[in-house]
């Protein structure tokens, strides 16, 4: 859900001897005219901002939108959950423990720092996603996707299952593979 805000303008007048501060008072008409680009917004939303999209920029997947800024969109734990869709969702430091996100398009996301300590994250994509220093203790990530230069830098996969997973292209510097599950 997009939440919208309305713009409000309030105007007040101010009395002070205008020759004092070596200033010429405004006319009402003068005043009245300066107020009709404010005015002509009371009531109105503001435009929505526009959702940022994975894409492929200078030979890397980045989440633009549609002015060509770089960003994430802002995700709530529980729709994600409820969707098992996330592209390009900002969900650092969250803690999905436990989680069921078998099949989840997680695409451009950002999941660093987070907790995704035995989660169910069979057949999910994290194509071009951020998961450095993403902690996945014992998740079961068997034919999980961690391609198109996914982010594992400095990630804890003890004890992980990543049987058929796919991790090509994906930068590992410092992460954690010991006792994993390969078959």
């Keep these: 859900m997009q939440k919208t ?3 409000l303008v309030l105007a007040a007048s101010i009395h002070f001897p205008a020759a004092a501060a070596g200033l010429r008072p405004m006319s009402d008409m003068r005043f009245e005219k300066s107020l009709q680009p404010a005015r002509a917004l009371i009531g109105k939303k503001a435009p929505a901002p526009s959702r940022y999209e994975l894409k492929l920029v200078d030979g890397r997947f980045v989440c633009v939108n ?3 800024e770089s960003g994430y969109n802002t995700a709530l734990r529980s729709s994600v959950l409820e969707s098992k869709s996330a592209s ?6 969250k803690d999905f423990s436990g989680a069921a996100l078998a099949g989840a398009q997680l695409s451009g996301s950002n999941f660093s720092g987070a907790k995704l300590i035995r989660s169910n994250l069979v057949d999910a994509s994290f194509f071009a996603a951020k ?9 079961n990530m ?3 996707a961690l391609t198109g230069g996914a982010d594992l830098s400095d990630a804890r996969f003890a004890d992980a299952n990543l049987k058929g ?3 090509s292209a994906a930068a590992a510097q410092n992460a954690d593979f010991s006792t994993i599950k390969i078959r």
């Design 88 to 93: 390009c969702s900002d969900l650092s430091g």
């Design 5 to 7: 805000a309305s713009v």
């Design 165 to 167: 997973a796919n991790l």
């Design 142 to 144: 068997i034919g999980a």
């Design 131 to 139: 998961l450095s220093a993403a902690d996945l203790t014992g998740a």
């Design 66 to 68: 549609d002015l060509g």
